[in-house]
Nanobody, 126 residues
Framework: QVQLVESGGGLVQAGGSLRLSCAASGRTFSEYGMGWFRQAPGKEREFVAG????????YYADSVKGRFTISRDNAKNTVYLQMNSLKPEDTAVYYCATKGSRLYSDYSASANYAYWGQGTQVTVSS
């Protein structure tokens, strides 16, 4: 059974930083792409960042490009999201997810992910 557990969320002032972690278990972590999504109150879940199974390719939503960095440590079965220069509009529940297939597919499409974590709350105050 695949499990994804996010951590690192919290309350931070605008301009601050947080690092989210997502620990995976139950499958060969290093063989699958990973992604981060977020959902703000009253809004649909949206793509934030994605990373290939090797870590050699990364993908970002325009809204976070230049501020957020996704990375992974396959030895620790963990993917990270470093978030800098946080803005109030970054406030959301952040979810990590793992791809359902080893084949390439659009990282920004939530339908291409098979397993999801429970989410971690990030709140940015102005």
């Amino acid at each position: 059974q695949v499990q994804l557990v996010e951590s690192g969320g919290g309350l931070v002032q605008a301009g601050g930083s947080l690092r989210l972690s997502c620990a995976a278990s139950g499958r060969t972590f290093s063989e699958y792409g990973m992604g981060w999504f977020r959902q703000a109150p009253g809004k649909e879940r949206e793509f934030v960042a994605g990373i290939s199974w090797t870590g050699g390719s990364t993908y970002y939503a325009d809204s976070v490009k230049g501020r957020f960095t996704i990375s992974r440590d396959n030895a620790k079965n963990t993917v990270y999201l470093q978030m800098n220069s946080l803005k109030p509009e970054d406030t959301a529940v952040y979810y990590c997810a793992t791809k359902g297939s080893r084949l390439y597919s659009d990282y920004s499409a939530s339908a291409n992910y098979a397993y999801w974590g429970q989410g971690t709350q990030v709140t940015v105050s102005s």
